[in-house]
Structures are given as C-alpha cells and as structure tokens.
C-alpha cells in the first residue's frame, strides 16, 4: 500500500519549491519532506485535459498501478511525488509509460 498526499495545500508546496520531470506520458514533481522520518508519499492528479471523469479516473489507476509495481525504485522515507497525468497516458502502451517513469526518477535522483 502507499501512502498518498491528499491536502491541495502539499500538492501546491511540491509545486512551487520541487523539482519537475515532464515525459510524453506523465510529468513528475519531486520534493523532499521536512522530515526524515515520514514515509514516502504519493499525489496523483489528471487534469479535465485528460478527458472527463470516466478517462481521468483510468490514467490516475494506471499511475497507481505504475507505482504499486515500481515502489522499490522510490526513496523510502522523507520524499514526496506527485504524478500527473497526461493526455497520452491513457493511449500508451503500459510498458513505455513504466519506462517513461523510470527514466523520470533517475532523472530526479541525480
């Protein structure tokens, strides 16, 4: 299970103080937590963009589904992600959007 972030408030500060990673499929925002200690969190978002509510609950699953397969590659404690969905991710193949994600976070841990 993940732990996710819910509050539009830590959505905003990841935002404006994180990194970001933009793919064709997902863009990716980084920040690390003011504390340590707390475990790793998630935020998944898909704008009206996406398409509508039926297309936009899809992307977030398949964001999740990513994470849930992919949470080792995550740093354990004291970081927060947010995904955001693109117009792509739903047509993508699931193989080239997990690549696409990997590639992201190297891309942020370095």
Known sequence: MINKIKSRKDFIRIQ??????????????HLKSIDD????????????KVGGAVLRNKAKR????????????FKPHGHDYVLIARKQVL????????????????????
């Open 91 to 110: 047509n993508q193949d699931y193989n080239k959007i997990k690549d696409e994600l990997i590639n992201s976070i190297r891309t942020l841990s370095n």
């Open 62 to 73: 398949r964001m999740r589904s990513l994470v849930n397969e992919l949470k080792n590659i």
């Open 37 to 48: 200690e707390n475990p790793t969190r998630f935020g998944f978002t898909a704008s009206k």
């Open 16 to 29: 404006r103080n994180g990194k970001k990673v933009v793919s064709s499929c997902l863009i990716i925002q």
